[in-house]
């Protein structure tokens, strides 16, 4: 499941590069705008999924990730919220680059499973 929760995670983050993808990139930037609408929800469970799935060896990545696009709600966590913000933001300048690793990771899971 971790899987394809990284490949929403990065096409939401890599939405900038999808067009570049040929045949596919226009569709894939549609479906990734539309999954954007849904950012701060999809943070969260992938927060939560990373967490869960601690033992997966990326799951620090998957974490970043899930804190980027959680970002606008961070603030509202007791004791923690503003650090997770900061840290949140500064991750957010490498927003594409950590998008492009969760979505290979993403990927390369699922072809392992099939």
């Known amino acids: 499941m971790i ?19 040929p045949a596919m990139g226009k569709h894939l930037v549609k479906l990734a705008k539309w999954l954007g609408g849904f950012q701060t929800i999809i943070g969260i469970i992938v927060i939560i999924a990373g967490i869960i799935w601690w033992s997966f060896p990326w799951a620090l990545v998957t974490i970043f990730a899930g804190l980027i696009l959680a970002v606008g709600i961070l603030p509202v966590i007791p004791a923690l919220g503003k650090h997770l913000e900061k840290l949140a933001k500064w991750l957010g300048g490498f927003q594409t680059i950590i998008g492009l690793i969760v979505l290979i990771i993403g990927i390369l899971g699922v072809i392992n499973y099939i």
Do not use: M, P, R, Y
């Open 3 to 21: 899987e394809w929760l990284n490949i929403i995670a990065g096409l939401i983050l890599c939405v900038g590069l999808l067009e570049a993808i």
